[in-house]
């Protein structure tokens, strides 16, 4: 397919003036000279925008793409394709070739190129560098091919890989990857791109792959296949590792799509050579990708590391008494016994577990610890008693901003993210690891539920041996976005000392909501779960209706004084007539309606105005804002009123203002809806929960759970009650293969349990493997 065919639509123009480029992502601005065009266009000159390399005055271009509506600057042409004309004349390029581009390149050195190669000159260059061989020398040759192909370079692939479908930012991202070997990269493999370049999958190489004759059973398709089928299920069900037979069976049905070419031998053969290479471990016929089998391997070590440090002088029974009742007086609580087993078995342990519910005192409980450490060791808890030698010793985190916020509220003390904590850069690296480890005497994780095997590896190897370490979190929640089930495994292991705490305290004991989430944990619909409380209600509605009464819950909560920061919709999906999208569009109209003076930015259909809530997607530590969180729009400039003549918006997240511009605004979205995996970490004044047959694909009950365990005071249910009496019966039936629970009993037990004397390992206490 020939994306430059004669009848597509088109303008070819000259260049006049770059408005704006931007070097990183190649966003650029121009206004250009209509030479010819098929387009309803009349005017002499167009302002074009797209994501083009540098583009120079009087170079002409022939354009592919449409025309949009700029509420601010007018009739734009967005450009999706584009190709450059070069010279074809041999005057017209002897005198391309000894312009300014081309260093040492002179008129005299271009008169001798045409003449060996013709008007047909710099296409051949870029076909074959070797053409020049015997025409000019060596390192010229190479000056003028490497120059050639960055100015050219971009637009051959463009057009090759426009063919496939490839969007204008896949394109660059594949050609910022090979450079001027793009074009010999893929042609030499396409399936290599799977391996090299985030957002390429499998149809999309082997696509290209057929196109140049690799199909069937060819070693690179069948690798291709493997590393795509291992990683894909890895990712989207949160498997570390899946059986040599799921991988050989899936394998199949991926290549063996339209017709049967490949058979199991030539899996089994290919993921030999895979395991050859460490690109995948196979192990008792489990297969992982190296990484999450080094994951689950280097965070055993490290746990292993830190339960075996040298033990320390336990304080005596009667000191923490009394130290406690001094705590108590001063916090003004009274600990109920299980709370304060879980404060001093946190004290008396290297690693501790402490889990429960909402309304169970996880909270008042890391509070009593943090407050027992520094009391029994005569530490201040002001961190400005502390310097840059003398570090803080106490050190709270959590997955992400907003739970790392209310860890930092309940107990007066700085809390960051996992991802702050261990130095994430903008690379993709931590600064944090074994061999420069955090400092710290005591670290309290909380939400470790939605902790993945890559992170708790990373977080847990920058750990020194002498810490102490407490991990918080609910196993009834969902499990994290990424591999693994971390906390669910530890627990399973029943090798570190655990706290469960299960009464619901006084201070919660008049929620509905609390109690709502206890009974859901048990599988049980409450009998009054259409009675209006005074904390919860469920509004019951057709699916077609409620968006409409989500709209009308949100007016109300308006006029009772909330904010669109103190109300927070929850919804399972993205796509649908009650989805987050529609949700959002529909909320917007309802916290942040279009007005005269208000400012807005269209992105897409998307109408960004100052005011709107918007959460972050994606981790920029740059700027200390990581994927989560939730800010509001403070300002819009527009491209003429700015030295970077382009529109921009500025977020602000709790106080950090963070700068976007249009090629970045994908990097936010809407949240007066968000999803209830993006909830996860937060707690709200009001959550409002839609419950519609529509979600069914999707509703559990630990997402259920979850999402109502996010409400702080309010929670409004509406929908259909079939479809939350259905969510509740569906536990999660996709369950996630690792092994991090028998690692870790492989690691501890062997210690411990002779050969001919396994069969008692049933009767041995976790405390016997410390």
Not at 391 to 396: A, E, K, M, T
Not at 714 to 741: H, K, N, P
Request: proline share 4%.
């Amino acid at each position: 397919m020939d994306l430059f065919e004669e009848e597509q639509k088109y303008i070819k123009a000259q260049v006049l003036h770059t408005i704006f480029h931007n070097e990183e992502n190649l966003y650029s601005v121009m206004r250009m000279k209509v030479m010819e065009t098929n387009e309803a266009y009349e005017e002499k000159e167009v302002i074009i925008t797209g994501h083009f390399p540098r583009m120079h005055e009087e170079e002409i271009f022939t354009l592919h793409g449409h025309f949009k509506e700029h509420p601010r600057y007018g009739m734009q042409y967005h450009v999706e394709m584009f190709k450059k004309e070069l010279p074809q004349t041999k005057n017209g390029v002897v005198q391309y070739l000894s312009s300014d581009l081309f260093k040492g390149i002179g008129k005299r050195t271009a008169e001798r190129i045409v003449e060996k190669l013709g008007g047909q000159a710099i296409s051949k260059i870029m076909d074959d560098e070797s053409v020049l061989d015997g025409i000019v020398k060596k390192d010229k040759a190479r000056e003028l091919y490497q120059t050639i192909m960055e100015h050219q370079g971009l637009e051959k692939v463009m057009s090759f890989l426009g063919g496939y479908g490839f969007g204008t930012k896949l394109t660059i991202k594949i050609y910022q990857t090979y450079k001027d070997q793009t074009l010999e990269a893929i042609r030499s493999n396409p399936y290599q791109l799977i391996e090299d370049v985030e957002g390429i999958g499998f149809g999309r190489a082997d696509e290209i792959g057929k196109a140049f004759g690799i199909s069937g059973n060819h070693p690179d398709r069948i690798r291709a296949g493997c590393l795509f089928t291992l990683e894909n299920v890895s990712l989207q069900e949160g498997h570390v590792y899946i059986t040599k037979e799921q991988l050989v069976d899936q394998t199949m049905d991926l290549l063996n799509n339209h017709e049967k070419t490949t058979a199991e031998e030539d899996i089994l053969q290919c993921l030999e050579t895979l395991q050859g290479e460490e690109k995948l471990i196979v192990e008792n016929d489990r297969v992982y990708l190296a990484t999450l089998y080094y994951a689950e391997q280097g965070l055993v070590t490290s746990i292993f590391r830190i339960m075996h440090q040298d033990e320390k002088d336990a304080f005596p029974e009667s000191e923490f008494l009394i130290t406690l009742g001094g705590i108590e007086d001063k916090l003004k609580v009274q600990y109920a016994p299980r709370q304060k087993e879980g404060i001093q078995t946190a004290l008396g342990h290297p690693i501790m577990i402490l889990t429960g519910g909402p309304g169970t005192g996880k909270t008042t409980v890391i509070k009593g610890i943090v407050e027992m450490y520094a009391s029994l060791n005569g530490l201040s808890l002001n961190p400005k008693d502390y310097n840059e030698k003398n570090p803080f010793p106490i050190l709270l985190t959590a997955p992400t901003g907003r739970a790392a916020k209310r860890m930092s509220e309940s107990t007066g003390l700085p809390a960051s993210t996992i991802h702050r904590l261990l130095g994430w850069t903008p690379e993709g690296s931590f600064q944090r690891n074994e061999k420069d480890p955090v400092s710290g005497k005591l670290l309290i994780i909380d939400e470790f539920s939605m902790v993945d095997i890559w992170l708790a590896n990373q977080l847990f190897k920058s750990l020194p041996s002498d810490i102490q370490v407490i991990v918080v979190g609910d196993e009834d929640q969902l499990p994290s976005v990424g591999p693994g089930q971390v906390l669910k495994d530890l627990l399973a292991a029943e090798l570190i000392p655990t706290v469960r705490l299960t009464e619901i305290y006084r201070q919660a004991e008049g929620s509905s909501v609390i109690q709502l989430a206890h009974a859901i944990k048990k599988g049980e619909v409450p009998r009054d779960i259409a009675v209006q409380k005074t904390d919860r209600s469920f509004i019951m509605c057709s699916g077609a209706q409620v968006v409409d009464v989500v709209k009308k819950v949100c007016e109300n909560a308006q006029t009772k004084g909330f904010s669109a920061r103190d109300i927070q919709v929850l919804a399972p999906m993205y796509r649908g007539p009650a989805g987050i999208n529609t949700l959002n569009q529909a909320l917007q109209e309802v916290f942040n309606p279009p007005l005269e003076k208000r400012r807005e930015l269209l992105f897409g259909e998307v109408a960004y105005r100052v005011g709107d809530k918007v959460l972050q997607l994606v981790n920029q530590p740059e700027s200390q804002v990581f994927n989560g969180d939730i800010g509001e729009i403070v300002s819009i400039f527009y491209a003429k009123e700015n030295v970077e003549q382009q529109d921009m918006l500025v977020v602000s997240f709790d106080g950090i203002e963070v700068t976007y511009t249009k090629p970045d605004f994908n990097q936010i979205t809407h949240a007066y809806c968000c999803s209830i995996h993006k909830s996860q970490g937060s707690e709200f004044p009001i959550v409002i929960l839609p419950l519609v047959k529509s979600y069914y694909r999707m509703l559990r009950r630990n997402l259920i759970y979850t999402a109502i365990t996010r409400s702080k005071k309010f929670l409004i249910l509406c929908g259909e009650q079939e479809a939350f009496q259905s969510g509740i019966s569906r536990t999660d039936d996709s369950v996630r293969q690792t092994t991090l629970r028998e690692k870790l009993r492989d690691r501890f037990m062997p210690k411990m349990v002779p050969t001919d004397e396994a069969a008692d390992v049933e009767n041995l206490s976790p405390y016997d493997f410390l």
